[in-house]
């Protein structure tokens, strides 16, 4: 495949730690007043809001995704903040999954009994304004420190039962090279059989962070599958730029799954899921979960009802081939974890051996067992 998209030069690459990249950065209202005129809710966000909340930060290519002159563009809503983030339902939580109450350690989250979470960093290249972890993300601009790792990697060592890690944050891809091969090394000299997850939003995001002597050193740590978790929500994000990053990987041999939120104002019907999950398959990337939002504080105007998802499960179902369909879920809170919302298709015995169905179509048909 021809390049097609800039790479980072080399003084950028020295540069490439956290908080050194400001200008590849949109980080206040006038900054991103280059790019759009700002809408009364918007305004009123930067009016209002107060410390601790989820700060901007768009990347200035993702920004440049922007249709200017649509106030309602897909890419805007998820992330040019809006005074409704400033709006907390009694319902809603600032960890609703109970991450917290399922961390043997600070930045370790240990919710199913063969995986855990480790939060890398908490910063990320564009601040999502439907973030479920905005609890931790943005609050220190840190890297898990060597001392949290060796806790960590006792921690792995005494626990054999878990076989795969999710290096999330945050987004573990905002460390540098350097830092991130580190902390990967010291895992696999604990764990060479731990299959690692890398969970990242920079694909998407800042693409140009990817490059080939990036992926020639990952590639370096495969004594066990490195798996690439990204997160695309709509088609317009899959551009020649992230194509391009999606091709680094997927040609050196690591495997690529999406995990896409279910927004509204953003991807809430049939059509734009539909041309996104198409799409991620024909880059090679395997559409593997489309999740329902969490019910965490300031993201209840991007939300939508539950009856609406378990509807969009139906019309996915009819409109895309089994290589295409994410299973649709929603993390349940209190830490209830995930659960697919299918239509309930099987409703159940009539009779000894015959099993009731409701096809798609709603029509009620008998399976019978030998
Ligand atoms: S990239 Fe992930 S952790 Fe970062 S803001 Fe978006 S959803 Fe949150």
């Given amino acids: 495949m021809q390049k097609i998209c800039r790479s ?14 400001n200008t590849h950065f949109i980080q206040t209202k006038d900054e991103l007043e280059t790019y759009i005129r700002l809408t009364e809710d918007e305004n009123s966000w930067f009016e209002q809001v107060g410390e601790g909340a989820l700060p901007l930060r768009i ?9 200017k002159d649509d106030p309602a563009d897909p890419i805007r809503r998820q992330v040019v903040p809006t005074v409704q983030e400033l709006y907390k339902a009694g ?34 290249a564009t601040y999502c304004r439907h973030c479920f972890r905005r609890r931790f993300t943005a609050k220190k601009d840190a890297v898990i420190t060597s001392n949290e790792l060796q806790n960590v990697c006792s921690y792995l060592e005494d626990h054999i039962e878990v076989k795969e890690m999710l290096l999330t944050g945050g987004d573990p891809l905002m460390v540098s090279n350097e830092r991130l091969f580190q902390i990967i090394q010291r895992l696999r000299e604990s764990r060479p059989d731990l299959i690692l997850r890398l969970c990242t939003r920079v694909i998407a995001t800042f693409p140009q962070r990817i490059d080939e002597q990036f992926i020639a050193t990952l590639k ?39 995990q896409t939120v279910l927004l509204k104002g953003v991807n809430d019907d049939r059509s734009t899921l539909v041309s996104l999950m198409n799409a991620l398959v024909s880059i090679k990337v395997k559409p593997y979960y489309l999740f ?10 991007l939300r939508l009802p539950i009856e609406r998802a378990i509807e969009i499960e139906r019309e996915l179902r009819l409109s895309l081939s089994g290589l295409a369909m994410p299973v649709v879920a929603v993390d349940l809170p209190f830490g209830g974890g995930k659960v697919p ?5 099987y409703l ?7 099993h009731r169905f409701r096809t798609l179509t709603g029509k009620i048909i008998d399976y019978i067992d030998p």
């Fill in 341 to 345: 919302l299918d239509s309930s298709y």
């Fill in 91 to 124: 319902s809603e939580s600032d960890d609703p999954l109970e991450e917290v109450d399922h961390s043997p350690y600070p930045r370790l989250i240990h919710r199913y009994t063969n995986r855990v979470a480790l939060l890398v960093s908490d910063y990320c």
């Fill in 348 to 354: 159940g015995k009539t009779g000894e051996k015959t």
């Fill in 59 to 67: 990347t200035t290519y993702f920004a440049s995704l922007i249709d």
């Fill in 220 to 258: 370096s740590f495969s004594t066990a599958p490195i798996v690439v978790m990204t997160q695309f929500n709509h088609e317009r994000e899959i551009t020649i730029e992230s194509s391009y990053a999606v091709s680094l990987f997927a040609e050196n041999g690591f495997p690529l799954f999406n």
């Fill in 292 to 301: 329902q939002g969490d019910m965490v504080e300031g993201t209840g105007h």
């Fill in 8 to 21: 980072l030069d080399e003084t950028e690459k020295k540069e490439y730690i956290i908080g050194k990249m």
